[in-house]
């Protein structure tokens, strides 16, 4: 009866969970939005710094093909530098521990948001080449790190809400540095070093207040045996002392994976029995990247000036999208525990898909129907509607719920490296295509939002309010294994006749 009690009572948002979430989600998730937006409002101002520091040494400007170059190299080393920090992942985690990880994170923001910040009186556009890599590595690290570490933080019925904040502190990220790039705030010649630079910031206070939060339990119980840590974590985050039914669950989970031991990213994919689950993490990761979000904010600005928004007047047009976003994913905080996570993929790349069939009609015929413009406006916020509502934040969610301790942080390498590969591909690739295919471009990302929500729809359950051991016995069946991890290899130990009983 007691034991039942406790798995009631689970599912309090206590306050140490709740200041846990926001300062793990501000100190890091925050400044990937940030450092994505930042970068855009003071281009020409940026482009100008880079030709002027040019000319001080060598006395001539820098041509127009190297001058691209140069800026193009700016803007990738960001996705880079995200690359490199999902193949950090792994290794951080199980030596230094998802809190630990996320401190020693801190780095990567404190150093490069110096150096933006000091790139013009130093009058060196390669710092912030050096900073836009470093600061890249930070939002590797963090947007893999932070939905891990709450993921294992939080009870099972609040894993959904919880593992969608990091997405929504994304946004918030990307709001804040619309708004502070304003050409009246920050965007001007005197403010940019400091837009750049605030990123530091939410890196200081989170070195600052995590340290006085607990280490994720399970991190604890598995990886480093300390059942007394772990039990006086659960007590902080739960609120109430008898945290018995939860550790058993956690050691159970620990026996159901004895078998694979320590699980290296190649050996995660060889594995049949996590075959489906890392096929649905790259196609969902892949499909997210790959769905059009970043062209359809490259290309909102052409459209709201084509639909007669006025040259000064757009900077505020696409804050107001960034609020838009924001205020989605919020809705997705609340719904995530109340629809699932599979509705709210399904409804999502369903709507992008929409957005991107009538966005291409609307592009195509813009200048012969005179109203075809506000079409386009309403693609635009349509789609960034329903990718805040599932694609965004809910991949790195399902990461969390679908693999086991030891299989998740080289899954979240597995995905995390998806994710900012094809990030990068994209903002690679997307100004050639639209150079070659013009407003035929969002054709490709229809395809790739309608082949993601056929697989989604056939192959990804729902794990809303399950234990991690229920999800992996849904892909057990899945990938026609017997076991949860085939090998068996902790009978080894035992003589035949032990393990034939």
Request: charged fraction near 15%; aromatic fraction near 10%; charge should be neutral.
């Amino acid at each position: 009866m007691e034991q039942q009690d406790a798995v009631r009572r689970e599912g309090k948002l206590t306050p140490v969970l709740a200041l846990a979430t926001l300062i793990a989600a501000f100190g890091s998730s925050f400044q990937y939005g940030y450092n994505v937006a930042a970068i855009n409002s003071p281009a020409k101002l940026m482009k100008a710094f880079y030709n002027e520091t040019y000319y001080d040494r060598i006395g001539e400007y820098i041509s127009e093909f190297s001058l691209t170059l140069l800026w193009s190299v700016s803007v990738s080393m960001f996705p880079f530098g995200g690359f490199l920090g999902s193949l950090m992942v792994g290794p951080l985690v199980n030596k230094l521990g998802r809190k630990g990880t996320l401190l020693f994170n801190n780095i990567f923001s404190i150093v490069p948001a110096i150096l933006m910040g000091c790139s013009e009186v130093a009058k060196s556009f390669e710092m912030i080449i050096v900073a836009r890599l470093l600061v890249g590595i930070c939002a590797g690290l963090s947007s893999n790190v932070v939905p891990m570490y709450l993921g294992e933080l939080a009870p099972k019925n609040l894993r959904g809400a919880l593992g969608v904040v990091p997405q929504l502190f994304i946004t918030v990220g990307i709001l804040a540095a619309q708004i502070l790039g304003l050409r009246s705030l920050l965007a001007n010649e005197e403010g940019w070093p400091i837009l750049l630079g605030v990123t530091g910031i939410p890196a200081a206070l989170q070195l600052l207040l995590l340290p006085f939060f607990p280490e994720s339990p399970r991190y604890l119980l598995i990886q480093k045996k300390d059942e007394a840590a772990a039990k006086n974590a659960l007590r902080e985050l739960r609120g109430w002392d008898d945290v018995d039914a939860e550790t058993q669950e956690i050691w159970e989970e620990d026996r159901a994976e004895k078998a694979a031991g320590f699980i290296s990213v190649l050996k995660l994919l060889r594995m049949r029995s996590l075959r489906w689950q890392v096929i649905s993490i790259v196609v969902l990761m892949g499909g997210q990247q790959l769905s059009g979000v970043n062209a359809i904010y490259y290309y909102a600005d052409q459209i709201y000036l084509s639909a007669g928004v006025r040259a000064q007047d757009v900077q505020y047009v696409t804050a107001g999208t960034g609020a838009v976003n924001m205020l989605m994913t919020i809705c997705a905080v609340f719904v995530v525990e109340l629809l699932g996570r599979r509705v709210l993929l399904l409804l999502g790349f369903s709507i992008c898909f929409t957005a991107c069939c009538v966005l291409t009609a609307a592009l195509a015929l813009q200048d012969t129907i005179s109203w075809m413009p506000y079409v386009s406006i309403a693609c635009v916020i349509s789609y960034v509607i329903g990718h805040a509502l599932g694609p965004s934040p809910i991949p790195a969610l399902l990461i969390t719920e679908i693999f086991l301790q030891s299989s998740r942080p080289a899954a979240y390498m597995v995905g995390g490296s998806v994710h900012w590969l094809s990030n990068f591909t994209v903002g690679l690739i997307f100004p050639f295509i639209q150079v070659g295919l013009g407003a035929y471009s969002f054709i490709i990302f229809a395809m790739i939002c309608v082949l993601t929500t056929i697989y989604t729809f056939l192959v990804v359950p729902e794990t809303k309010s399950k234990t991690f051991i229920e999800i992996n016995e849904i892909f057990t069946k899945m990938n026609e294994v017997s076991e949860v991890h085939p090998e068996k290899e902790e009978l080894k130990d035992f003589p035949p006749s032990t393990a034939g009983q």
